[in-house]
């Protein structure tokens, strides 16, 4: 059976997805390369709740991560994880209205800037990273 679709709308949902990433006190992490708190993250602007219309998010991490399928379900549609280092990830919408097919995003991981000695400055170190991009989710003839 054929979903009846109305022809000739379409339906742009504004996202933004991406990064914060802050230093770990080092004395919180003994023994363990784990430098950086980051949270990857998707939203909706000006507040909207994506989870109107995405039924689950995939955030895919580098293989070296337990678990690196991570699926959330609900909004705030975001994981927390801590790390040493940046690498691309992978984002997959999925969509209530079943007819809709899968989005995946890409984003590639930012944390702080190493100086040449390897040392991060003391303006950058307190402060922390902030990486977003800007997109735009087009439905057209929406069921
Ligand atoms: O950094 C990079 N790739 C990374 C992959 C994974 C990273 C990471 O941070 N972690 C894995 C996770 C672990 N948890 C437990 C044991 S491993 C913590 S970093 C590339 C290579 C140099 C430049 N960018």
């Given at each position: 059976m054929s979903t009846k679709r109305t022809k000739g709308v379409t339906i742009v949902y504004p996202i933004v997805y991406g990064n914060t990433a802050s230093l770990l006190p080092q004395k919180k992490v003994p023994d363990s390369d784990h430098t950086?708190?980051?949270t990857v993250t998707v939203k909706g602007i000006n507040g909207?709740?994506?989870g109107h219309f995405i039924k689950k998010v995939t955030?895919?991490?580098h293989e070296t991560y337990s678990n690196p399928q991570r699926?959330?379900?609900h909004p705030p549609f975001e994981i927390t994880e801590?790390?040493?280092g940046e690498f691309e990830l992978s984002i997959k919408l999925q969509f209530i209205e079943g007819s809709e097919k899968p989005v995946t995003l890409y984003h590639n991981l930012r944390l702080h800037s190493y100086e040449d000695d390897g040392s991060i400055s003391t303006s950058?170190?307190?402060k922390p990273v902030q990486?977003?991009?800007y997109d735009e989710l087009v439905f057209t003839d929406p069921p």
């Open positions: 950086h708190k980051w909207q709740d994506l955030f895919k991490l699926v959330v379900e801590t790390g040493w950058s170190k307190n990486s977003f991009q």
